[in-house]
């Protein structure tokens, strides 16, 4: 049973950080691109960041560049985001997801900045 599994957010203050896990089951995340979206409340879903399999190369979204930095324990079938000097605007529901259009994602963390 293919799985992926998001955790780590929560209510945090502006200036703030967290760091959300994405844990996979039901296969290897070592063959794939891994992908953090969000969604706030009322928008579409969107992009944050990527990592390529071997973790060596890294995208970022504009708004979270140099605030945010994903990486990934292949070994543990895990990926995560750390995200510092957190906002208002980063408030939504973060997926993780094994392609680039978020159709394979799972149920999503909150995250809410207030």
């Known amino acids: 049973h293919v799985q992926l599994v998001e955790s780590g957010g929560g209510l945090i203050q502006p200036g703030g950080s967290l760091k959300l896990s994405c844990a996979a089951s039901?296969?290897?995340?070592?063959?794939?691109?891994m992908v953090w979206f969000r969604q706030a409340p009322g928008k579409n879903i969107e992009q944050v960041s990527n990592?390529?399999?071997?973790?060596?190369?890294?995208y970022y979204a504009d708004p979270v560049k140099g605030r945010f930095t994903i990486s990934r324990d292949n070994a543990k079938n895990t990926l995560y985001l750390q995200m510092n000097s957190l906002k208002t605007e980063d408030t939504g529901v973060y997926y993780c997801?094994?392609?680039?259009?978020?159709?394979?994602r799972g149920q999503g963390t909150q995250v809410t900045v207030s």
């Open positions: 990592i390529n399999a071997r973790g060596t190369v890294t």
């Open positions: 997801a094994t392609d680039l259009v978020g159709r394979n």
């Open positions: 039901g296969f290897s995340v070592s063959g794939y691109r």
